[in-house]
């Protein structure tokens, strides 16, 4: 699972989920992506999900970057915890995702095999995405 090897401080605010993404959205590295179309949490499950569907289906044909990293921790109460006694421990670990991020860059692999590999990975996000190539751009 990814998670950060140290931060600065253990527990943090939930924040807002609004807005567009103004960095990590344009084709950096490879040829095809996939672009998130809404806002949300994206936990570290769902990252490693569409990592491994994207890999198993290219079989090592191409080469992968993952553009997001989950930094930010998420605590939640035991269950049936009364109210108050302060902020419960944290449980697993998000990134924030924005419109228009890039999740994942491909190279290496043709036009159909990217869109397949990369409709793999739609199927395991909790978001609307779309397919986008350099060319199209």
């Given at each position: 699972?990814?998670?950060?090897a140290?931060?600065k401080?253990?527990?943090?605010?939930?924040?807002?989920?609004?807005?567009?993404?103004?960095?990590?959205n344009?084709?950096?590295?490879?040829?095809?992506?996939?672009?998130s179309?809404?806002?949300?949490?994206?936990?570290?499950?769902?990252?490693?999900?569409?990592?491994?569907?994207?890999n198993?289906?290219?079989?090592?044909?191409?080469?992968?970057?993952?553009?997001?990293?989950?930094?930010?921790?998420?605590?939640?109460?035991?269950?049936?915890?009364?109210?108050?006694k302060?902020?419960?421990?944290?449980?697993?670990?998000?990134?924030?995702?924005?419109?228009?991020?890039?999740?994942?860059?491909?190279?290496?692999?043709?036009?159909?095999?990217?869109?397949?590999?990369?409709?793999?990975?739609?199927?395991?996000?909790?978001?609307?995405?779309?397919?986008?190539?350099?060319?199209?751009?």
């Open positions: 699972m990814l998670m950060p140290k931060v401080h253990r527990k943090v605010f939930r924040g807002k989920r609004r807005g567009i993404a103004t960095k990590g344009i084709l950096s590295f490879g040829d095809y992506g996939l672009q179309l809404e806002n949300c949490w994206l936990t570290a499950r769902q990252i490693e999900a569409g990592r491994i569907a994207i198993r289906f290219i079989k090592r044909g191409g080469k992968l970057w993952i553009r997001v990293f989950p930094a930010k921790p998420v605590s939640k109460k035991p269950v049936e915890v009364r109210m108050g302060g902020k419960g421990d944290p449980e697993f670990w998000v990134d924030v995702i924005k419109r228009g991020r890039i999740l994942y860059e491909l190279e290496g692999v043709s036009e159909d095999v990217a869109k397949e590999a990369i409709r793999l990975a739609q199927a395991k996000m909790p978001i609307k995405t779309r397919f986008i190539s350099r060319h199209q751009a």
